[in-house]
Protein backbone atom coordinates (compact mmCIF):
# COMPACT_ATOMS: atom_id res chain seq x y z
CA UNK A 1 0.00 0.00 0.00
CA UNK A 2 1.29 3.50 -0.94
CA UNK A 3 1.31 5.83 1.74
CA UNK A 4 2.38 9.64 1.68
CA UNK A 5 2.65 11.69 4.64
CA UNK A 6 3.47 15.07 4.45
CA UNK A 7 5.04 17.17 7.67
CA UNK A 8 6.09 20.59 8.92
CA UNK A 9 3.16 23.16 7.94
CA UNK A 10 2.39 25.79 10.55
CA UNK A 11 1.65 29.26 10.92
CA UNK A 12 4.61 31.56 10.61
CA UNK A 13 4.90 34.88 10.21
CA UNK A 14 5.21 36.67 6.55
CA UNK A 15 8.78 36.50 5.66
CA UNK A 16 9.61 33.42 7.24
CA UNK A 17 10.29 30.14 6.68
CA UNK A 18 9.16 26.49 6.53
CA UNK A 19 10.17 23.37 5.54
CA UNK A 20 7.49 20.44 4.74
CA UNK A 21 9.17 16.81 4.02
CA UNK A 22 6.96 14.11 2.49
CA UNK A 23 7.59 10.67 3.90
CA UNK A 24 6.45 7.91 1.20
CA UNK A 25 6.54 4.35 1.56
CA UNK A 26 4.76 1.33 -0.65
CA UNK A 27 6.36 2.20 -3.95
CA UNK A 28 9.79 2.45 -5.67
CA UNK A 29 10.56 5.83 -4.67
CA UNK A 30 13.93 6.53 -6.19
CA UNK A 31 12.46 5.96 -9.44
CA UNK A 32 9.37 8.04 -9.34
CA UNK A 33 8.68 11.78 -10.35
CA UNK A 34 7.88 14.19 -7.00
CA UNK A 35 5.71 16.85 -7.26
CA UNK A 36 4.19 19.77 -4.13
CA UNK A 37 0.89 21.29 -4.49
CA UNK A 38 -1.31 23.68 -3.10
CA UNK A 39 -5.04 24.73 -2.81
CA UNK A 40 -6.10 27.75 -1.20
CA UNK A 41 -9.62 28.30 -0.03
CA UNK A 42 -11.84 28.73 -2.69
CA UNK A 43 -8.92 28.08 -5.32
CA UNK A 44 -8.07 25.25 -7.45
CA UNK A 45 -5.23 22.89 -7.27
CA UNK A 46 -2.14 24.40 -8.31
CA UNK A 47 1.48 23.09 -8.92
CA UNK A 48 4.19 24.63 -6.50
CA UNK A 49 7.13 22.17 -7.94
CA UNK A 50 8.47 19.40 -8.82
CA UNK A 51 11.78 16.71 -8.89
CA UNK A 52 12.72 14.14 -11.67
CA UNK A 53 13.57 10.40 -10.77
CA UNK A 54 16.09 11.38 -13.17
CA UNK A 55 19.26 13.64 -12.38
CA UNK A 56 17.31 15.70 -9.89
CA UNK A 57 16.11 17.71 -12.40
CA UNK A 58 13.39 20.43 -10.74
CA UNK A 59 10.90 22.82 -11.70
CA UNK A 60 8.84 25.16 -10.06
CA UNK A 61 5.88 27.96 -10.53
CA UNK A 62 6.80 31.37 -11.43
CA UNK A 63 5.08 32.61 -7.94
CA UNK A 64 7.94 30.39 -5.89
CA UNK A 65 10.79 30.37 -7.72
CA UNK A 66 13.37 31.81 -6.10
CA UNK A 67 11.99 31.25 -2.63
CA UNK A 68 10.85 27.52 -2.44
CA UNK A 69 13.60 24.57 -2.92
CA UNK A 70 12.57 21.27 -3.96
CA UNK A 71 14.57 18.40 -2.84
CA UNK A 72 14.68 14.41 -2.20
CA UNK A 73 16.47 11.78 -0.27
CA UNK A 74 16.03 8.78 -1.97
CA UNK A 75 18.02 7.00 0.88
CA UNK A 76 15.08 8.18 3.59
CA UNK A 77 12.44 7.93 0.66
CA UNK A 78 11.53 11.52 1.57
CA UNK A 79 10.91 14.56 -0.41
CA UNK A 80 11.19 17.87 1.10
CA UNK A 81 10.30 20.98 0.26
CA UNK A 82 11.83 24.36 1.82
CA UNK A 83 9.76 27.71 1.65
CA UNK A 84 11.43 30.81 2.49
CA UNK A 85 10.24 34.82 2.28
CA UNK A 86 6.64 33.51 2.79
CA UNK A 87 4.27 35.68 1.95
CA UNK A 88 0.72 35.60 2.79
CA UNK A 89 -0.43 34.41 -0.55
CA UNK A 90 1.45 31.24 0.17
CA UNK A 91 -1.51 30.64 2.66
CA UNK A 92 -2.63 26.92 1.59
CA UNK A 93 -2.83 23.30 1.99
CA UNK A 94 0.38 21.80 0.60
CA UNK A 95 0.37 18.32 -0.99
CA UNK A 96 2.69 16.11 -2.02
CA UNK A 97 2.99 13.65 -5.26
CA UNK A 98 4.51 10.98 -6.82
CA UNK A 99 4.37 8.68 -9.85
CA UNK A 100 6.20 8.26 -13.06
CA UNK A 101 6.13 10.96 -15.63
CA UNK A 102 4.68 13.42 -13.47
CA UNK A 103 7.62 15.69 -13.95
CA UNK A 104 6.51 16.65 -17.49
CA UNK A 105 2.87 15.97 -17.28
CA UNK A 106 2.33 17.06 -13.74
CA UNK A 107 -0.62 13.94 -13.48
CA UNK A 108 0.47 11.75 -10.36
CA UNK A 109 -0.79 8.74 -9.21
CA UNK A 110 0.12 8.86 -5.82
CA UNK A 111 -0.96 11.65 -3.17
CA UNK A 112 -0.93 12.59 0.65
CA UNK A 113 -3.37 13.51 2.79
CA UNK A 114 -2.17 17.28 2.90
CA UNK A 115 -0.35 19.92 5.45
CA UNK A 116 -1.62 23.43 5.96
CA UNK A 117 1.01 26.39 6.05
CA UNK A 118 -0.69 29.64 7.05
CA UNK A 119 1.21 32.87 6.62
CA UNK A 120 0.11 35.71 8.86
CA UNK A 121 0.95 39.33 7.55
Known amino acids: QVRLVESGGGLVQAGGSLRLACAAS????????LGWFRQAPGKEREFVGA????????AYADSVKGRFTISRDNAKNTLYLQMNSLKPEDTAVYYC??????????????WGQGTQVTVAS
Open 97 to 110: AAGRGGFVSHKYDY
Open 26 to 33: GLAFSICD
Open 51 to 58: ISWIRGST
